[in-house]
């Protein structure tokens, strides 16, 4: 009887414990499965799920920048430049009457002090032609040094500034040196990746931010082209002359400025544009300032909704002729006072700052067909381009 129960009991154990093993497997089985898929082809009525990788590809949506970061890193140089500034040391040297009452000297003396500045630049030549930013290298008496990639030290001749794109050219003794293709920057549309290259702090060499185009035909205080790039890149002190690229790796900016509250990158930097920069170069390699069109003798004001609605015009876009000479070029091919200008060489005109750019951009001697409203009646004139004065030349 003993043994009957005994062989009873270990039966029932055995079959306990052989169905926990059973069920384990199962489970393991199951989770197998739903970890694996299924073995045969979906339904055709329910299309497959995709792959985590596929999924984190499409997710991602991001080009490989890896070669443009490449190619833009050889060639965006470090800037350094300095001088020596003298500062009276008077307490009153900002005031106009005592620097009247004294005729610009000081009774106090003067002091000297060491002025620098750091920030980036982009090799535009084999041969040697770097283009910044012209407060990077502080004015053309600046002493200007550029370091490059490889870690050559070089010092920079100023071949030429313009203060109105707050761009320079600098030229090194060098040859062979890698340089961007140039992009066309009319081409750009907002929303398209582009990657900040620059010297950050002016230590953190060769640094590549990645961002897109926010804005296009952005304008700055106190810049005459208002047509800036505008980028969420990060942009911190430094990156000022280094190269905006796009995802081929052209050019298609000099990044310029930042907006900022707190001195630092909060997503808003500005860069001017390859085409604008381009032709700023070539004037400047090859002449020494920025020659920039004109019409004289003629006063222009914005068309506020008051002035529209006086003189006839359908909107605000334009600029009104406040005030014009007699015996100017512009009152000989028939521009009058009031007269609104719509268009510039059929092409309309925004704002007083449109107008004002492609007038700066035509070529020196020739004529512009100017669109007019007189009382709402729409005329044209053609207007002789002349060269404004007060251009800023070559290093002295």
Do not use: C
């Not at 920048?65 to 040391?89: C, D, F, G, H, Y």
């Not at 900040?196 to 185009?213: M, R």
């Amino acid at each position: 009887m003993l043994r009957r129960l005994t062989l009873i009991t270990v039966f029932l154990v055995v079959g306990f414990v052989a169905g926990l093993v059973l069920t384990g497997r199962m489970r393991t089985a199951e989770d197998a499965v739903a970890q694996q898929g299924p073995a045969e082809a979906p339904d055709q009525g329910k299309p497959a799920a995709p792959s985590g990788r596929t999924v984190a590809a499409t997710v991602a949506g991001m080009p490989d920048l890896t070669n443009a970061a490449e190619l833009a890193i050889a060639s965006v140089p470090n800037i350094s430049s300095k001088q020596i500034v003298r500062t009276a040391n008077s307490p009153f040297a900002n005031d106009p009457f005592f620097r009247d009452f004294f005729g610009g000297d000081s009774p106090f003396g003067y002091r000297e002090r060491l002025q620098q500045s750091l920030g980036s630049g982009v090799v535009v030549s084999t041969d040697g032609y770097v283009l910044t930013n012209n407060h990077v290298i502080l004015d053309a008496r600046s002493e200007v040094s550029v370091t490059l990639p490889d870690k050559r030290e070089l010092r920079a001749k100023i071949v030429g500034i313009d203060e109105a794109t707050d761009l320079a050219v600098l030229k090194i003794e060098a040859r062979n040196l890698p340089v961007l293709a140039w992009g066309d920057s009319s081409k750009l549309k907002v929303a398209e990746w582009v990657l900040a290259v620059g010297n950050p702090f002016g230590v953190l060499n060769q640094t590549v931010t990645l961002g897109i185009v926010s804005a296009t035909g952005r304008s700055l205080e106190g810049m005459l082209y208002e047509d800036f790039i505008q980028t969420d890149a990060a942009i911190n002190q430094g990156n000022s002359g280094g190269a905006l690229i796009n995802a081929r790796g052209e050019l298609i900016g000099i990044n310029t400025a930042i907006f900022s509250q707190t001195g630092g990158y909060q997503g808003v930097g500005f860069a001017v544009p390859s085409n604008l920069a381009r032709h700023v170069m070539n004037e400047l390699i090859t002449h020494g300032a920025v020659r920039r069109g004109t019409i004289g003798g003629i006063e222009l004001y914005p068309v506020t909704a008051r002035i529209a609605a006086e003189f006839k015009a359908p909107n605000t876009k334009g600029v009104i002729v406040s005030e014009i000479i007699e015996r100017s070029d512009a009152f000989a091919a028939g521009v009058r006072q009031y007269d609104i200008i719509v268009s510039f060489n059929s092409v309309t005109i925004e704002d007083p700052a449109h107008f004002m750019r492609m007038l700066a951009d035509s070529p020196i001697g020739g004529t512009v067909n100017l669109g007019l409203l007189r009382n709402g009646r729409p005329l044209s004139a053609k207007v002789p381009i002349v060269q404004t004065s007060g251009t800023r030349g070559r290093r002295r």
